[in-house]
């Protein structure tokens, strides 16, 4: 049984994960990669994986910017284990729930347990880093060790397990309980129902005979707008004018709110990071459009133009959704791997299982395929591994790239029981 309160929430102990990966949920892999990009020692996090896969972590503390427990080592030895975030401040926190109440299907994926990318994206572009970064997992443990070690490792392995259930033990270690957090969103949005409903204030007025009379004393320039809270709306072409012949008013619609996003995303990037990302080809930008969610009449319309079919289509949507370009290009690109990205691939997948878990693999190019069952990893050229199983004699995306191939694998077992492709 779990103890709850606002400020902390203990989780009873798990039981052992043979077989199986920790982090089915895209965020909990996100969690995991901080750990696995930060970690100095691998053989540490490979430890710390095995002992999180034995049971050997006990109950887990979660608290505002703390997470602890007991880990015992295979010789029985207890070691106590914390792993420190850093808290989001008060005006961070502000600026997440104005941003999640203007954007009511955040408050919905809340509410449901989940934690969509477009919610993990419009709280960085207001300045919200919710997921952990490199370095951010700082660990402690009373092994003696200063960075990493077993016991952190595994305890970070296990609360991956937790923030599959519940984002909201992200949100706590941020720095905000559920019931505060949904209480403040139930508030703001009322309020701001409210202001709707009484209209615009009247605007203050300026003598007309003061404002001529000061006129050759100009004010200085205002600062430079700040970034919009969101995109723009594209206004309504649903009007009782017919449309020009071969004008589609619903593509149009579509592309416009599509084109405000992303120029949204893109300035927001640009102003934190000062610099824009890489142009998609027309062919990437046709599977982003059609990630949108469009009509039907408008996918085949982006499939036929992109050169796909629509089962073709549908597959790299999956894939965009997992990885972006980096996931298509993993859906679409088969590459040679030899000399030293060889080596160290087969390196890698030698150490993922222990000796009587690991699955025969059979090796071509970049994709190993499981001997006698119909799932498959593919080697992207970032070093992360990407689960795919076959479906109706085609290989489709499950899951998004990880950097532990026993993990990506267990997508596909998840993708099985769920029914999933």
Known sequence: MNRYDETERTFAALPPAHGRGFAATWWGRAWLKAL???ALD???VKTGRRLARAGAVGAVAVRPGRITAVVRDRDGTARRADVLLEELSDGQWDRFLRMAVEQAGHVAALLDREMPPHLVEDAATAGVELLPGLGELEPTCDCGAWDHCGHTAALCYQVARLLDQDPFVLLLLRGRGERALLDALQSRSTSSAEAIAEGPAEPAG???????????ALPPLPAPPGLPAGPGLPPSLDTEVPPAPGVDPDALEFLAARTAATAHRLLAGA???GAAEEEPTVAQDAVRLAAGAPARALADRLAEGSGRGPDELASAVRAWRYGGAAGLSVLEEEWTVEGEAL????????AAWDDDERPVLRGHANRWTVAGAP???????DGRWWPYRQESGRWVPVGGGDQDPATALAATETARGEGAC
């Open 36 to 38: 696995e990009d930060a």
């Open 42 to 44: 691998a053989q540490q």
């Open 206 to 216: 300026v003598d007309a005979g003061e404002a001529y009379a000061a006129g050759d």
């Open 271 to 273: 102003l934190r990071a």
């Open 343 to 350: 080596a160290r691939a087969r390196a890698v997948l030698a």
């Open 375 to 381: 799932s498959q990893l593919r080697l992207g050229r």
